[in-house]
């Protein structure tokens, strides 16, 4: 069984900074791609920011040059660091991952979610 654990949400003023954490935890094998995922009342799920297991980040175009996505692969971590956060960024964030478990299942995770709010 494997699961992922997010932290580091938080309430913050507009312009301000907050940090993400994803760690994937239990049999693990490897892990593929992992990323973060925002939804905000009312709205669908998007897409935020994805990292490739050798590093390759891709973001979407409402964040870039303000977020930046991370991880650890010794830590089995990701992380998102959010700078000049705008009242638009508010949401619950999601972390995502693509795990092969130890008995080589291929499993779509996704994390309890973090509520991020930006006051203006």
């Known amino acids: 069984q494997v699961q992922l654990v997010e932290s580091g949400g938080g309430l913050v003023q507009a312009g301000g900074s907050l940090r993400l954490s994803c760690a994937a935890s239990g049999s693990i094998f490897k892990i593929n791609d992992m990323g973060w995922y925002r939804q905000a009342p009312g709205n669908r799920r998007e897409f935020v920011a994805t990292?490739?297991?050798?590093?390759?980040?891709n973001s979407a175009d409402s964040v870039k040059g303000r977020f930046t996505i991370s991880r650890d692969n010794a830590k089995n971590t990701v992380y998102l660091q959010m700078n000049s956060l705008k009242p638009e960024d508010t949401g619950v964030y999601y972390c995502?991952?693509?795990?092969?478990?130890?008995?080589?299942?291929?499993?779509?995770?996704w994390g309890q979610g973090t509520q991020v709010t930006v006051s203006s």
């Open positions: 990292i490739t297991v050798d590093g390759t980040a």
């Open positions: 995502n991952a693509v795990v092969l478990s130890t008995s080589r299942s291929l499993v779509d995770l």
